[in-house]
């Protein structure tokens, strides 16, 4: 963290825009450094813009920075579809005038309206999450300003080169001291009894899971979990005295903010969700992870959901379902198994998959 945010505060001091990628894995504090950035930038006085695909996601890093910054005099806002049209005039006048410091937002950042006084620094995170026309529109709006793109998704060194030849980059390869790596495990569909007297465990400890499932809905294939019917049979069949929460991105604003407020503050024990939580959900209290269909879901994606627990100083657990009996499937999901690297993983990954097309 200290060698790259001390890379990215001496780009900023040149004379000419920052380009940087900040590569790291789940959990070694890229958001941390990019706080960092953005004091810099605003002690600097200059605005700065962090940019979040969600709005989950946008929303987590607004109460975060406000809650570093209510030391100093400095104002954040936050721009989202969910604000009120009062509020949005009020973020976009002082955006203008320059009495707001720091905004925190999704692509609504990039629409025509949305003009600053002084923009000095501008953050993209989960960089892989947007589209080639944002990133196009990203290039546009902000021309001649630092620019600071997070990605979660570890890649090989000679990949990232060849991808983002064009940026600097650090990386982030060290997790912060304290953290004890996930234990993860791959089971067959038939340990689903075991499985759920270790769920009621954690649960009985104080402790909080996430079960993800690979769709929202009822799906055509009848072998995939859908999370609306498995959270009801959890609720009814499974765990009648425990509380079972639901997430997933079909639902309204209001009612993802109600479950996660409520996995936050404790009073959720179970949370069955899709890949919704699979950026920015930070619940130190969260010990286990279950992968329902995990054969479903790429390397990449399940070493992210899988970063969602281990949050804490507790032993955390990360279990994978699958009822898949294919060779390489199960050589993918072992690999999983054997390391809490994602550079180790990326590479793995593009030893069994290949590189694909550049």
């Not at 049209?85 to 203008?96: C, D, N, P």
């Not at 279950?290 to 959901?305: T, W």
Request: charged letters at 25%; aromatic letters at 6%.
């Amino acid at each position: 963290q200290l060698t790259a945010t001390a890379e990215i505060k001496k780009d900023m001091e040149k004379g000419w825009p920052m380009d940087r990628l900040l590569c790291g894995d789940v959990g070694v504090g890229k958001t941390e450094v990019a706080f960092r950035a953005a004091f810099k930038c605003v002690m600097g006085g200059k605005q700065c813009a962090i940019l979040a695909p969600t709005t989950l996601l946008a929303w987590q890093h607004y109460n975060t920075i406000l809650s570093r910054m209510e030391a100093f005099p400095v104002k954040v806002e936050m721009m989202s579809r969910f604000r009120t049209a009062k509020q949005q005039k009020e973020t976009l006048r002082g955006l203008q005038s320059g009495s707001v410091d720091i905004v925190v937002g999704t692509h609504r950042l990039l629409s025509k309206d949305v003009r600053f006084h002084d923009l000095g620094l501008v953050i993209i995170d989960e960089e892989q999450r947007f589209g080639v026309k944002h990133k196009e529109k990203l290039k546009e709006n902000f021309i001649g300003v630092d620019m600071l793109t997070l990605s979660a998704t570890p890649i090989p060194r000679t990949l990232a080169l060849m991808l983002y030849g064009d940026l600097d980059l650090s990386l982030l390869n060290e997790l912060p001291p304290g953290r004890t790596p996930v234990e993860t495990y791959l089971i067959h569909e038939n340990k689903r009894p075991r499985l759920y007297n270790f769920v009621r465990k954690q649960v009985a400890l104080g402790r909080q899971v996430y079960i993800v499932c690979p769709t929202v809905e009822e799906s055509d294939l009848e072998s995939l979990k859908s999370a609306e019917s498995f959270a009801q049979t959890l609720r009814q069949v499974v765990f009648p005295h425990r509380r079972v929460g639901l997430l997933h991105g079909k639902m309204k604003q209001a009612d993802k903010d109600a479950a996660l407020g409520a996995v936050s503050r404790g009073e959720t024990g179970i949370l069955v969700a899709t890949t919704v939580v699979e950026v920015g959900v930070d619940v130190p209290n969260a010990t286990l992870m279950v992968i329902e269909n995990a054969d479903r879901f790429g390397l990449s994606q399940l070493h992210q959901l899988r970063g969602r627990v281990g949050r804490g100083s507790a032993q955390s657990y990360c279990v994978l379902v699958s009822g898949n009996r294919n060779e390489q499937t199960r050589k993918r999901l072992k690999a999983l198994c054997a390391t809490t690297d994602g550079f180790k993983i990326a590479e793995e990954d593009l030893a069994l998959r290949g590189p694909g097309d550049f």
